[in-house]
């Protein structure tokens, strides 16, 4: 891909029809939740004698119960079955349900429509697992990040267009029932058709033998999930994610109607501008994170999450009881504004927060056991979506209103952010990195096609600033092992940087002979592994702006691990607050300027027999040039 490219993927089959259908099918199963939240809502009475606000949530439940029974024999099938066919299936599914909805607006039998919640959940903890396990099989990884934002971006914008369309539909006097009706099964159709045109997915292990006990196989895919560590937190922090969705998106109806005495109508707005938020928060994350997975942007997202959800806390308190506010009376009311906004900010930064995990979880999971591990993905965030249902159900009886209701969540949110980031450092990690290099400096990258995707390699770089790593970790896609020297490896905060990254200190012979000798061992064991690790070897900060001779240290590194060496030149560090331009570093506040532009310019490899000292200072000199 370049440049902006993503959208491109649109016109090519390898993507396109698998968009459409997963935006029709989620275009879909809003415009039928939409009509029948709204419905349950505003006519409870005509259905049942429990309160509404249990309603919404008994509802929500069953709709989610299926991912939690269900998921862990998807995710079998999908790794077992053709997937492309799997997906024409699942949608002909979609389309029975629809049938079996319609049939309940109908009657107004609250039976069948809670039971068409309940298959329309069958069907989705079908689809889930193909869903995400196809993209890997068509996109790159350079496109991936990119794909996930589009399929974000498009369930964000189908959810938004679905509930607009299905709450337009069910409060049209006379017709409105046998619209959503009609509309919910042509949309069906119109998947079935399209999902004959994406391209055939080969099954990664055709030859598995499913277990149809959905207890036993959920439980083994939760501790088969659970192997890789890295992969289940982000799992848990996308279960996370969902709880949290769950807790706001349940109580919109009821926030509406009881709380801003407002109509059916604005229900909508406030889902509408939400989805929008996460619709631009999606397709933001390739432009922040360079096309590469970066999960530096996820504390980002769970910072916003916090904030904008105690605001809108506060701004949902003091709204006096009132006759019920149309669609246009509630956006003129300013006082309304501020909670929109609130709403927007929160699905924005929770675009932020999932797109990367999302991301993670694919490019870090076995091909083989990529749909089970999916499911195990889809059975976690079942379980605490429905948790969050029953924790809303408490916490009503227990007396707490709905702004209350809000306000906890947030709190929770910054704590569970906290637990996770204590679990696995890498996340505040590369938040550290990314935010140095996109608050601090503007980045100009060029070259970093050249670095291998995948095998040993030896990245050598002139040694400009005490930040030359993490300008470094945040512009190459491959997690990058940083030998330095043990003195700037432990600065305070740093240090926390340095070693989440695995970065390995180094000192001179002279000075501890068997840090020198441990440094050179695991950097060879490092670069067998197949890690990509970079010197610095000048072996000092240059104090003149001009490079000094290359070390011969790294032709010991070569000839113990011969492997791939990448000159990469840091340009326009020189003179900033973290260079020894005019005396100490990190002395002179007034070097500090917001948005100083710097760059990285990486050359061709070399193989390791042609990369002498001279011949790789020489090289990181060319590719600097007179930019220092």
Same mark, same amino acid.
């Given at each position: 891909?370049?440049?902006?490219?993503?959208?491109?993927?649109?016109?090519?089959?390898?993507?396109?029809?698998? &968009?459409?259908?997963? &935006?029709?099918?989620?275009?879909?199963?809003?415009?039928?939740?939409?009509?029948?939240? $709204?419905?349950?809502?505003?006519?409870?009475?005509?259905?049942?004698?429990?309160?509404?606000?249990?309603?919404?949530?008994?509802?929500?439940?069953?709709?989610?119960?299926?991912?939690?029974?269900?998921?862990?024999?998807?995710?079998?099938?999908?790794?077992?079955?053709?997937?492309?066919?799997?997906?024409?299936?699942?949608?002909?599914?979609?389309?029975?349900?629809?049938?079996?909805?319609?049939?309940?607006?109908?009657?107004?039998?609250?039976?069948?429509?809670?039971?068409?919640?309940? %298959?329309?959940?069958?069907?989705?903890?079908?689809?889930?697992?193909?869903?995400?396990?196809?993209?890997?099989?068509?996109?790159?990884?350079?496109?991936?990040?990119?794909?996930?934002?589009?399929?974000?971006?498009?369930?964000?914008?189908?959810? %938004?267009?679905? /509930?607009?369309?299905?709450?337009? %539909?069910?409060?049209?006097?006379?017709?409105?029932?046998?619209?959503?009706?009609?509309?919910?099964?042509?949309?069906?159709?119109?998947?079935?058709?399209?999902?004959?045109?994406?391209?055939?997915?080969?099954?990664?292990?055709?030859?598995?033998?499913?277990?149809?006990?959905?207890?036993?196989?959920?439980?083994?895919?939760?501790?088969?999930?659970?192997?890789?560590?890295?992969?289940?937190?982000?799992?848990?922090?996308?279960?996370?994610?969902?709880?949290?969705?769950?807790?706001?998106?349940?109580?919109?109806?009821?926030?509406?109607?009881?709380?801003?005495?407002?109509?059916?109508?604005?229900?909508?707005?406030?889902?509408?501008?939400?989805?929008?938020?996460?619709?631009?928060?999606?397709?933001?994350?390739?432009?922040?994170?360079?096309?590469?997975?970066?999960?530096? %942007?996820?504390?980002?997202?769970?910072?916003?999450?916090?904030?904008?959800? $105690?605001? !809108?806390?506060?701004?949902?308190?003091?709204?006096?009881?009132?006759?019920?506010?149309?669609?246009?009376?509630?956006?003129?009311?300013?006082?309304?504004?501020?909670?929109?906004?609130?709403?927007?900010?929160?699905?924005?930064?929770?675009?932020?927060?999932?797109?990367?995990?999302?991301?993670?979880?694919?490019?870090?999971?076995?091909?083989?056991?990529?749909?089970?591990?999916?499911?195990?993905?889809?059975?976690?965030?079942?379980?605490?979506?429905?948790?969050?249902?029953?924790?809303?159900?408490?916490?009503?009886?227990?007396?707490?209103?709905?702004?209350?209701?809000?306000?906890?969540?947030?709190?929770?949110?910054?704590?569970?952010?906290?637990? $996770?980031?204590?679990?696995?450092?890498?996340?505040?990690?590369?938040?550290?990195?990314?935010?140095?290099?996109?608050?601090?400096?503007?980045?100009?990258?060029?070259?970093?096609?050249?670095?291998?995707?995948?095998?040993?390699?030896?990245?050598?770089?002139?040694?400009?600033? &005490?930040?030359?790593?993490?300008?470094?970790?945040?512009?190459?896609?491959?997690?990058?092992?940083?030998?330095?020297?043990?003195?700037?490896?432990?600065?305070?905060?740093?240090?926390?940087?340095?070693?989440?990254?695995?970065? $390995?200190?180094?000192?001179?012979?002279?000075?501890?002979?068997?840090?020198?000798?441990?440094?050179?061992?695991?950097?060879?064991?490092? !670069?067998?592994?197949?890690?990509?690790?970079?010197?610095?070897?000048?072996?000092?900060?240059?104090?003149?702006?001009?490079?000094?001779?290359?070390?011969?240290?790294?032709?010991?590194?070569?000839?113990?691990?011969?492997?791939?060496?990448?000159?990469?030149?840091?340009?326009?560090?020189?003179?900033?607050?973290?260079?020894?331009?005019?005396?100490?570093? /990190?002395?002179?506040?007034?070097?500090?300027?917001?948005?100083?532009?710097?760059?990285?310019?990486?050359?061709?490899?070399?193989?390791?027999?042609?990369?002498?000292?001279?011949?790789?200072?020489?090289?990181?000199?060319?590719?600097?040039?007179?930019?220092?």
């Amino acid at each position: 891909m370049q440049g902006s490219s993503q959208y491109r993927l649109l016109a090519e089959r390898r993507f396109g029809p698998f &968009f459409g259908v997963q &935006f029709l099918g989620a275009f879909n199963d809003n415009v039928f939740k939409q009509a029948l939240v $709204i419905l349950l809502a505003y006519q409870t009475a005509s259905f049942t004698t429990m309160s509404s606000d249990t309603l919404q949530n008994l509802a929500q439940a069953l709709f989610i119960l299926p991912f939690f029974l269900f998921s862990a024999t998807a995710g079998q099938i999908a790794d077992k079955v053709e997937k492309s066919t799997l997906i024409t299936i699942t949608v002909a599914i979609e389309l029975a349900v629809m049938a079996l909805g319609a049939v309940g607006l109908f009657t107004q039998s609250l039976a069948l429509l809670l039971g068409a919640l309940f %298959l329309g959940g069958v069907q989705s903890a079908l689809f889930g697992p193909v869903k995400y396990a196809i993209l890997p099989q068509h996109l790159n990884d350079t496109e991936i990040v990119g794909g996930n934002g589009m399929v974000e971006m498009g369930t964000s914008i189908a959810i %938004l267009l679905g /509930m607009v369309y299905g709450g337009w %539909l069910i409060t049209q006097p006379g017709w409105g029932v046998a619209g959503v009706a009609v509309s919910a099964m042509a949309i069906s159709a119109a998947g079935i058709v399209l999902s004959r045109f994406i391209p055939k997915s080969p099954a990664p292990d055709p030859a598995l033998r499913i277990n149809w006990n959905p207890l036993t196989e959920t439980w083994r895919n939760l501790r088969f999930t659970a192997r890789d560590r890295t992969v289940w937190n982000s799992i848990l922090g996308i279960s996370w994610f969902w709880f949290y969705g769950a807790m706001f998106i349940t109580q919109f109806p009821n926030l509406s109607k009881n709380v801003l005495g407002a109509a059916e109508h604005v229900v909508t707005l406030l889902l509408v501008v939400f989805s929008v938020g996460i619709g631009v928060g999606s397709l933001l994350c390739e432009r922040l994170s360079g096309k590469k997975v970066e999960i530096g %942007l996820v504390p980002f997202g769970s910072i916003g999450l916090t904030v904008f959800g $105690i605001d !809108l806390w506060l701004a949902a308190q003091g709204h006096a009881p009132h006759a019920p506010q149309t669609l246009a009376e509630f956006a003129r009311d300013a006082s309304h504004w501020r909670m929109l906004a609130d709403l927007f900010l929160l699905g924005l930064f929770g675009g932020f927060y999932i797109v990367p995990l999302y991301a993670l979880v694919q490019t870090r999971s076995d091909p083989a056991h990529r749909s089970r591990i999916i499911a195990g993905n889809n059975i976690l965030n079942a379980a605490f979506i429905v948790a969050a249902a029953a924790i809303a159900i408490g916490l009503f009886a227990a007396g707490l209103t709905i702004p209350q209701l809000i306000l906890v969540t947030a709190l929770l949110n910054a704590a569970v952010a906290v637990y $996770i980031y204590l679990l696995v450092p890498e996340f505040l990690m590369r938040f550290l990195v990314w935010m140095l290099v996109h608050s601090v400096y503007r980045l100009e990258k060029s070259g970093l096609e050249r670095i291998p995707d995948e095998g040993g390699a030896l990245i050598v770089a002139n040694h400009v600033s &005490f930040v030359d790593a993490l300008v470094i970790a945040a512009a190459v896609r491959r997690p990058v092992r940083f030998v330095m020297d043990h003195r700037i490896f432990g600065i305070p905060v740093l240090n926390f940087v340095f070693r989440t990254g695995k970065a $390995i200190p180094i000192a001179a012979a002279k000075e501890d002979a068997r840090m020198m000798e441990r440094a050179f061992a695991e950097v060879a064991g490092a !670069l067998r592994a197949g890690d990509v690790v970079c010197i610095f070897p000048e072996g000092r900060i240059t104090d003149t702006g001009e490079i000094y001779p290359f070390r011969p240290g790294l032709t010991r590194i070569l000839q113990e691990t011969p492997v791939p060496v990448v000159p990469i030149a840091l340009r326009g560090l020189w003179g900033s607050f973290f260079s020894r331009m005019g005396g100490a570093a /990190m002395t002179r506040p007034w070097r500090m300027r917001p948005f100083a532009k710097i760059g990285l310019a990486v050359g061709a490899p070399l193989a390791a027999a042609a990369a002498t000292p001279e011949a790789l200072q020489a090289r990181v000199a060319e590719l600097r040039g007179g930019w220092r």
